[in-house]
Nanobody
């Protein structure tokens, strides 16, 4: 059974930084593109960053220049480093396989105060 466990969220002031982690178990995602998504209150879930099996990255405009996605295939872990956080980054953050999505994990809440 595939399980995705996100962690690292919290309450941070605007301008601060956070590192989110996502550990996948039950299946190796090392050959697939992985992504970080977020969903604000009353909003649709959106893809904010993705990383291919070979390390190629892509970012939504909302995170470009502020977010960095990385992965460690040896531990089946995907990271999202977020810098210069803004109140509009407040959301639940989730990871998943972009190519072949698994069931969603619980996510990790990021709250940015102004």
């Amino acid at each position: 059974q595939v399980q995705l466990v996100e962690s690292g969220g919290g309450l941070v002031q605007a301008g601060g930084s956070l590192r989110l982690s996502c550990v996948a178990s039950g299946r190796s995602f090392s050959l697939y593109t992985m992504g970080w998504y977020r969903q604000g209150s009353g909003e649709q879930r959106e893809l904010v960053a993705s990383i291919t099996a070979y390390g190629g990255t892509n970012y939504a405009d909302s995170g470009k220049g502020r977010f960095t996605i990385s992965r460690d295939n040896a531990t089946n872990t995907v990271y999202l480093d977020m810098y210069r956080l803004k109140p509009e980054d407040t959301a639940g953050y989730y990871c998943n396989c972009v190519s072949f999505p698994a069931g969603w994990g619980q996510g990790t809440q990021v709250t940015v105060s102004s």
